[in-house]
């Protein structure tokens, strides 16, 4: 991404929600014009041209005469777009991890990502409680909470998750006991694990998730039965998973018959 603006200033939710529909086109098709892209959006062409600048600004598209084509990007959207998804159904995750937290003393550790901070807003509300993460945007959004204690970690800051990551991260973990450990996914199977698109990240969650005496993952119906590259965690170390109904049932029940408890909230 370039030192322009971020993505989450460029304008409304709604136009964050064009963002990633462009980008999950593109990347389904290789390629678009620009008036198949306005067929899509509903929106003029002068609009489709601005959207499609702000992208190849950000080296999330590359343009071409007439359309757009796609950037590598291994498949994985920013953060400043991922909380345009599903928002109703990561809410309704949040909460359902939160009643199932003690609300005494308890150490939570939480990886990055816009499920696991939705789920750290409704851990805020939980007195004497420690929050372990290597997230930025989690650590920020709970320090103002006089009655949490935050614990991050070191460690090489992935730009694409503002995650902290690598081997002094995956020291802290490692140095800790805690409770909980709430992990976001890029996909979970049955037969693959947790998994996510960068494999220095899975392996500081893999060291988060070592720490802990129960994990939870929390996950969108449209990460259940995706397999991305990294394994975080197999899934028998997986105790809990919590997610929502659009989730495929038969992948549901493949992970029952394994042992996890599902949750569709």
């Not at 990347?27 to 702000?54: H, I, K, N, Q, Y």
């Not at 119906?221 to 170390?237: C, E, N, Y």
Request: with cysteine; glycine share 10%.
């Amino acid at each position: 991404m370039t030192d322009g603006m971020p993505l989450a200033d460029l304008g409304s939710r709604k136009r964050g929600r064009r963002f990633v529909r462009i980008l999950e086109a593109v990347a389904d098709r290789g390629a678009m014009t620009l008036p198949e892209l306005v067929a899509m959006l509903g929106v003029s062409a002068a609009t489709a041209r601005r959207d499609l600048a702000e992208l190849a600004d950000h080296g999330l598209v590359r343009r071409t005469h007439g359309g757009v084509r796609a950037v590598d990007s291994g498949g994985e959207l920013p953060v400043e777009l991922r909380d345009t998804q599903c928002p109703v159904a990561k809410l309704a995750i949040a909460r359902a991890v939160a009643v199932r937290v003690p609300r005494d003393r308890h150490a939570v550790a939480l990886s990055g990502g816009t499920t696991t901070a939705r789920v750290a807003m409704e851990l805020s509300r939980h007195p004497l409680l420690t929050i372990v993460t290597n997230s930025l945007t989690i650590a920020d959004l709970v320090h103002t909470h006089p009655d949490l204690r935050i614990v991050t970690t070191g460690g090489s800051l992935r730009t694409q998750s503002l995650e902290m990551v690598g081997a002094l991260a995956e020291r802290t973990f490692g140095a800790l006991n805690v409770g909980t450990a709430i992990l976001g996914a890029d996909g979970i199977a049955a037969g693959a694990g947790v998994t996510t698109h960068d494999e220095t990240e899975a392996r500081t969650n893999r060291a988060m998730a070592a720490s802990a005496q129960r994990v939870i993952v929390v996950a969108d119906g449209s990460k259940v039965g995706r397999v991305t590259l990294a394994q975080m965690v197999p899934i028998d170390g997986v105790h809990t998973l919590v997610t929502d109904a659009s989730a495929d049932r038969g992948e549901l029940d493949r992970l029952r018959a394994a042992g996890v408890e599902v949750v569709v909230a």
